[in-house]
């Protein structure tokens, strides 16, 4: 079975400044990993995925993502936030052989000016 | 692309009441998630279905839920009765196939039981 741990529940950060947002996962399989953006009173949003490939991985709204097998970590970034990405954010995993998607507890980004 | 549809967005009901949540997947997607998300507890899968047939209801907190999807088109969540605890936001969520096919969330219904 999977799980994912987003450490931070909350992340403050002043606009224009660079952010990380952490994610770990653990599963004894091969994973397809994902982050999703939640805008107030909204569904989700897909953000970027990790299928195969190249590890790091370029999303919208200029975020970016990379797979570390190693460290079974999926961490987010974005060189230069804006105020309009304050949002919760979710990391998933599900496994090549899919069964469900699994999320991370959320975490959630505050940007100030 | 009217992205997947969801009604009501927002529910307030009495404990006791039969609640009944809809949900239109996009077209040509042929798996259909239930969701329900909490402060306590985050994002919870309820349900699935994969062509219309329930995959994988253990995630249903008790008898009180039930969900079908009598067509590709269409999928209904039910608490019958509600409580309290149930008051929650239920998400439907769509992907055109298992696997790495990314989901497509709707808007959610916000359900509140008083």
């Known amino acids: 079975a999977q799980s994912v741990t987003q450490l931070d529940s909350q992340v403050p950060v002043f606009e224009e400044a660079p952010v990380e947002l952490r994610c770990n996962y653990s599963?004894?399989?091969?994973?397809?990993l994902f982050w999703y953006v939640q805008y107030p009173n909204q569904g989700l949003q897909l953000l970027l995925k990790y299928l195969s490939g190249s590890t790091l991985v370029k999303g919208i709204n200029g975020f970016e993502a990379e797979f570390n097998k190693s460290q079974t970590s999926f961490h987010l970034r974005k060189p230069s936030v804006h105020i309009s990405d304050t949002a919760e954010y979710f990391c998933?995993?599900?496994?090549?052989?899919?069964?469900?998607?699994?999320f991370g507890t959320g975490t959630r980004l505050l940007v100030s000016p | 692309d009217a992205g997947v549809i969801q009604s009501p967005r927002h529910e307030v009901t009495e404990m006791g009441q039969e609640v009944t949540l809809r949900c239109k997947p996009i077209?040509?997607?042929?798996?259909l998630f239930w969701y329900r998300q909490t402060m306590m507890r985050g994002l919870e899968l309820l349900i699935y279905f994969n062509n219309n047939v329930p995959i994988d209801d253990s995630g249903m907190p008790e008898d009180r839920f039930s969900a079908k999807m009598p067509n590709a088109s269409f999928s209904t969540l039910k608490i019958q009765p509600s409580e309290p605890r149930d008051s929650a936001v239920y998400f439907c969520?769509?992907?055109?196939?298992?696997?790495?096919?990314?989901?497509?969330f709707g808007n959610g219904t916000r359900l509140t039981v008083t």
């Open positions: 969520a769509s992907t055109l196939a298992l696997g790495n096919s990314p989901l497509h």
């Open positions: 077209s040509g997607h042929n798996s």
């Open positions: 998933a995993v599900t496994s090549t052989g899919f069964q469900k998607l699994v």
């Open positions: 599963s004894s399989v091969s994973v397809y």
